[in-house]
């Protein structure tokens, strides 16, 4: 964290295990700071997030590589279908990753990555469809971190003038006025005036030639 990330010497408080006092050092810290040095304090609590969660894994299954293997595969199930029903709901699997995946914990990835693996469309998903999750999630996570990265102002929609400021990053090269206005209608499939995360995959899966259905994923 930067020099003049908090109230107190560019520190949180420290060697505490008072929730209050931990807050109040937070809010001392945020209100202190200017908007880059208050995302140094968002970045430091995702890590925390992160480490967190990577540690419950440790104790719960371990490192998970994809496809996964079939022990870990059983064991990551029954984190998810915990009630033991033997399908799980989409607030099941939301659990199993705010608790134990959360470098995954963001709902626009989690809900597409859900949708692509429940193929019959009843709501729920099995243990044969859970296979295919976490390479859906994966790919989904990537692509909103992306987005999330062009989107400046975080409204959760990339305006023309954030994706020809970004279009270097995006496009590999600068663009011109003409070209950015041809490219961006190209990606605003719904002429909303905005790139939404969902014409945002739609432009990306089709670079990736990925399979899945594009209208079957939620539109926001």
């Known amino acids: ?15 505490t295990n008072d929730i209050e006092a931990f807050k109040k050092s937070l809010e ?22 992160k480490f967190v969660g990577e540690k419950r894994r440790e104790l719960s299954v371990g490192k998970i590589d ?7 595969l059983e064991e990551l199930w029954k984190l998810c279908d915990y009630n033991g029903n033997g399908f799980s709901s989409l607030a099941e699997l939301d659990k199993m990753i705010v608790e134990n995946f959360p470098e995954y914990d963001n709902k626009p990835a989690v809900m597409r990555a859900y949708q692509c693996i429940d193929r019959n469309n009843n709501g729920f998903i099995s243990k044969r469809e859970f296979r295919d999750f976490f390479g859906y999630l994966d790919y989904f996570t990537k692509l909103w971190d992306k987005f999330e990265s062009i989107d400046d102002d975080n409204d959760r929609r990339i305006s023309y003038e954030e994706m020809k400021r970004h279009s ?21 499939r ?7 995360f969902y014409e945002w995959v739609a432009y990306q899966a ?3 030639r990925k399979d899945f259905t594009i209208d079957k994923l939620p539109f926001e």
């Open 206 to 208: 089709a670079l990736d």
């Open 1 to 15: 964290m930067g020099a003049g990330a908090s109230a107190q010497g560019g520190k949180l408080a420290e060697g």
């Open 190 to 196: 719904n002429n909303g005036g905005k790139i939404l």
């Open 168 to 188: 270097k990053e995006i496009f590999g090269r600068e663009l011109s006025e003409e070209s950015a206005t041809i490219l961006f209608h190209s990606l605003d």
């Open 66 to 72: 994809y496809p996964p293997a079939n022990e870990k």
């Open 28 to 49: 001392e810290a945020w209100a202190y700071n200017d908007g880059e040095q208050q995302q140094d304090i968002v970045n430091m609590l995702k890590a925390a997030q």
